[in-house]
Every structure is written in structure tokens, then in C-alpha cells.
């Protein structure tokens, strides 16, 4: 998908390299060493009892 847009094939690894998976974005910002403190709740997986779910990619 990058190249077809003129980006570089790992564009989407850079990505999650530099700024987290969502996971990391989310307790960086909210969680709990954050003055929100906020739990994930319903920002968890859906596997954790959240609604996020990712669709496998084919």
C-alpha cells in the first residue's frame, strides 16, 4: 500500500516505531503515569472487554 502512494514500503512500521501502538499512545497521554489517569475501558480490545477490533487484512 505505501508504495502505490509514494511512500516507502515499511512507512506503517516507522510509524508504530516512533510514536507507539495505540496502546502506547493512549496510556502515554490518559493512562495511568498521566494526570487523567483514565482506565482503557471500552478503548480496549474487544478481546479485554473494549470494542476495538481489527479486521484481518488480506
Known amino acids: 500500500f505505501c508504495a502505490k502512494i ?3 514500503s515499511d512507512c506503517f512500521v516507522n510509524v508504530i516505531k516512533q510514536v507507539g501502538n495505540y496502546e502506547e ?3 502515554r497521554n490518559l493512562g495511568p503515569d498521566t494526570v487523567f489517569n483514565l482506565p482503557r475501558g471500552l ?3 474487544y478481546t479485554d472487554g473494549g470494542i476495538l477490533y481489527a479486521p484481518p487484512i488480506r
Open 25 to 27: 499512545i493512549y496510556n
Open 6 to 8: 509514494g511512500l516507502e
Open 43 to 45: 478503548n480496549s480490545l
